[in-house]
């Protein structure tokens, strides 16, 4: 009922910028929070950034000061702006929404813990 499409990744060098979104499909009525999270081979997924429905963001301490993270207005689209980045910055790229209202048919649901497919990130020379 709900998909979460990612878009943005690919190869950029050391100290270059990309922006990452996401969409979320559906007959949604609200989505809580949405975020970023990464993985690499033989690693835990960590948080990137995540941002709530009133605009509070929260950063992993590895990005701070040089990922922001946004949505847009129908609160359903959310971005992830990525500058000065780093070598250790490549990864998977996975998209997250929490708490997420929508309808089938008239009925009205909640789910929880949805992912996108992921989106390859290189840094690299």
């Known amino acids: 009922q709900v998909q979460l499409v990612e878009s943005g990744g690919g190869l950029v060098q050391p100290g270059g910028s990309l922006r990452l979104s996401c969409a979320a499909r559906?007959?949604?009525?609200?989505?809580?929070?949405m975020g970023w999270y990464r993985q690499t081979p033989g690693k835990q997924r960590e948080l990137v950034a995540t941002?709530?429905?009133?605009?509070?963001?929260n950063y992993g301490d590895s990005v701070k000061g040089r990922f922001v993270i946004s949505r847009d207005n129908a609160l359903t689209t959310v971005y992830l702006q990525m500058t000065g980045l780093k070598p250790e910055d490549t990864a998977v790229y996975y998209c997250?929404?929490?708490?997420?209202?929508?309808?089938?048919?008239?009925?009205?649901?909640?789910?929880?813990?949805?992912w996108g497919q992921g989106t390859q990130v290189t840094v690299s020379s």
């Open positions: 997250n929404a929490d708490q997420i209202s929508y309808y089938s048919g008239r009925v009205r649901y909640t789910g929880s813990d949805y």
């Open positions: 559906g007959n949604i009525f609200r989505i809580h929070t």
């Open positions: 941002i709530t429905s009133d605009g509070s963001p």
